[in-house]
């Protein structure tokens, strides 16, 4: 991954871990001897602005909304516990990747024409009851132990929370900080 990024034109890159930045430090040197890339234009690329604004197509799945609810409250926990980066079913997944869940969320339960690919609107009520299942699929995933001594709970209350109310909350993080001991 580290060689394609830099042989695609980036002056740098994102590690999981500290301990892999050697790594990902050699590959760019290797394809990068230079400090940047300002001076390699993509000419073989064309972005319209047009291509930015487009929205994707596609259909709400229930397993979908189970999947933006479970890594929203998966992350936010580890968040809480003191992890911004954390493995989620083999993916590297931070802060980004749990707006993006929780986002997503919000606007399917505060667009009225918002249905499941089964015709079921995505209500409050749908919302909830998901984050129920999905609370229990996790407790029974990581063990009791694990679930009472993480926080799970607390991140089900904040993703939930933020995702339910009205007004679009900016960042999720700015919420947690708020719960951090």
């Known amino acids: ?6 042989s695609d034109g980036h002056d740098g890159t994102w590690v999981a871990h500290p301990g892999l930045a050697a790594i990902a430090k050699a590959a760019f040197d290797a394809e990068m001897p ?5 001076d390699r234009k993509r000419e073989d690329v064309k972005i319209t602005a047009g291509d930015l604004l487009t929205v994707p ?3 709400i799945t229930e397993a979908g909304l189970a999947q933006n609810i479970d890594v929203g409250i ?8 003191g992890n911004g980066c954390v493995p989620i079913y083999n993916l590297m ?16 339960l505060h667009n009225a024409n918002a249905t499941l690919n089964d015709g079921r609107p995505v209500t409050m009520q749908l919302v909830h009851n998901m ?7 996790l407790k029974s995933r990581v063990g009791d132990d694990a679930f009472t001594g993480g926080h799970y709970e607390q991140a089900r209350r904040i993703i939930e929370d933020i995702t339910t109310e009205n007004a679009f909350t900016q960042f ?3 919420v947690g900080y708020e719960h951090l001991d």
Request: hydrophobic fraction near 40%.
């Open 74 to 81: 998966q992350y936010m926990a580890a968040w809480l516990g």
């Open 131 to 137: 984050f129920n299942q999905q609370m229990d699929k």
């Open 34 to 38: 230079q400090a940047h890339q300002i």
């Open 93 to 108: 997944e931070d802060a980004a990747t749990a707006e993006i869940s929780r986002s997503q969320l919000w606007q399917w």
């Open 57 to 59: 197509e596609g259909q």
């Open 1 to 6: 991954d580290k060689v394609r990024e830099a």
């Open 172 to 174: 999720m993080t700015l």
